[in-house]
């Protein structure tokens, strides 16, 4: 019996190295590509996840709006359905990269793969098929608010994270204007 285990750990652990050394690339957009990634301006778990990128993504890959703020953009580049006022608004973080939009997993695991290793890594649960994987994910998004509370402060932005967002200008109002929409400030 404990082989049997012991083989079941193996091949899972040769899934997970597998994945972690091809999932990445193929999840990387081409060269050039923008990345423009929405998320619920009031969810602190949302607001971790952008706290995460920025802090690691040194190359500056992604760049940030919130969903509340964005809904003409986002109607614009096909993902209007995820928009406030659409019908999935709030439901999911929403990655757009070029003609393409991704939700959900698949736009959480290839924000992933474009960061640097050992986040890169975690694109390896895109082995996993979507369907289980956005099952976790909307199980996640139902008790966020419950877990992780929704956001009533929010980090004091240096000028390199404002810049990250959409609708940077380069001066101070303009530029803290989408962090303050995504906190429920003014």
């Given at each position: 019996?404990?082989?049997?285990?012991?083989?079941?750990?193996?091949?899972?652990?040769?899934?997970?190295?597998?994945g972690a050394l091809t999932a990445?690339?193929?999840?990387?957009?081409?060269?050039?590509?923008?990345?423009?990634?929405?998320?619920?301006?009031?969810?602190?778990?949302?607001?971790?996840?952008?706290?995460?990128?920025?802090?690691?993504?040194?190359?500056?890959?992604?760049?940030?709006?919130?969903?509340?703020?964005?809904?003409?953009?986002?109607?614009?580049?096909?993902?209007?359905?995820?928009?406030?006022?659409?019908?999935?608004?709030?439901?999911?973080?929403?990655?757009?990269?070029?003609?393409?939009?991704?939700?959900?997993?698949?736009?959480?695991?290839?924000?992933?793969?474009?960061?640097?290793?050992?986040?890169?890594y975690l694109a390896a649960f895109?082995?996993?098929?979507?369907?289980?994987?956005?099952?976790?994910?909307?199980?996640?998004?139902?008790?966020?608010?419950?877990?992780?509370?929704?956001?009533?402060?929010?980090?004091?932005?240096?000028?390199?994270?404002?810049?990250?967002?959409?609708?940077?200008?380069?001066?101070?109002?303009?530029?803290?204007?989408?962090?303050?929409?995504?906190?429920?400030?003014?």
């Open positions: 019996m404990w082989l049997l285990v012991l083989l079941g750990c193996v091949v899972v652990l040769a899934v997970f190295v597998y990445a690339p193929r999840l990387e957009p081409a060269p050039g590509t923008e990345s423009l990634l929405f998320f619920d301006g009031v969810c602190n778990l949302c607001h971790g996840f952008v706290n995460f990128v920025a802090n690691h993504d040194d190359k500056q890959h992604v760049r940030f709006g919130t969903i509340q703020g964005h809904a003409e953009l986002m109607r614009s580049k096909g993902a209007g359905r995820y928009a406030e006022g659409g019908a999935e608004a709030l439901s999911t973080l929403v990655l757009i990269q070029g003609d393409d939009v991704f939700v959900r997993s698949d736009a959480a695991l290839r924000v992933a793969a474009l960061l640097p290793p050992p986040a890169k895109h082995v996993l098929p979507a369907p289980l994987r956005d099952a976790g994910y909307r199980l996640v998004t139902k008790y966020r608010y419950k877990i992780f509370g929704e956001a009533e402060s929010r980090r004091l932005p240096t000028e390199r994270f404002k810049s990250r967002f959409i609708d940077y200008e380069g001066d101070e109002e303009a530029a803290g204007a989408s962090w303050a929409a995504a906190a429920g400030g003014s």
